[in-house]
């Protein structure tokens, strides 16, 4: 009876401390750490390039990755783009050692990549939202209105606009609250880094 109590109580405080875990939102450091092992993957995707093997960061910072978590016209499922990291840093022991060296393990940056990428997202999708809702009213009012438009069209046409708002509500709220507070914190400085790594993409 005692011996399972306590593989009960055990299991319980598992249990607990995998939820706390699974709860501990990201910090201006681990973000930090983050942008400083990507600065650190770019140079080192350069180095190789210069060198004839060729630009490896094209499958870690291209924007191919991300083209194609939005093709459906849905909102992005970055676990997908996870499994892309974690693949890639699985092909590339190099790069794997990056980023050990700035505390991560492959499926901790991984993870971090993506949950940095979905708040960013969110609040950029947040802050823009009365904008977003008031041009899609707008949209949909001069559907409704348009006499030209055949009615098999119109509802067609609607029911993208209405696709499109859920990608958008899909997008605002996709994130973790509790990753939000870091990421706001260094939205600045991420949208510095973004446009200092990718000059010219969209993020």
Do not use: C
Not at 99 to 123: C, K, N, P, V, Y
């Amino acid at each position: 009876m005692k011996s399972r109590m306590l593989r009960l109580t055990v299991l319980l405080l598992a249990l607990l401390a995998f939820s706390h875990a699974q709860a501990e939102g990201l910090t201006e450091a681990t973000i930090d750490r983050w942008m400083d092992s990507m600065t650190e993957l770019q140079t080192w995707s350069d180095r190789l390039e210069a060198e004839g093997r060729g630009p490896a960061h094209e499958d870690l910072l291209d924007d191919d990755l991300f083209e194609e978590l939005f093709q459906r016209g849905e909102a992005p499922d970055f676990s997908r783009l996870e499994d892309a990291y974690l693949r890639i840093l699985g092909e590339h022991d190099e790069a794997s050692d990056i980023i050990s060296a700035h505390g991560f393990s492959d499926q901790e940056w991984a993870s971090t990549s993506t949950r940095i990428f979905q708040a960013l997202m969110a609040l950029e999708t947040r802050a823009a939202r009365t904008e977003i809702d008031s041009e899609m009213a707008e949209a949909m009012r001069e559907i409704e209105n348009d006499p030209n438009i055949p009615p098999q069209y119109r509802e067609m046409m609607q029911e993208q606009m209405r696709q499109t708002m859920g990608m958008v509500d899909q997008m605002a709220e996709g994130a973790r609250e509790e990753d939000l507070p870091a990421v706001q914190a260094k939205q600045e400085a991420l949208r510095d880094f973004f446009d200092a790594e990718l000059p010219g993409e969209d993020y």
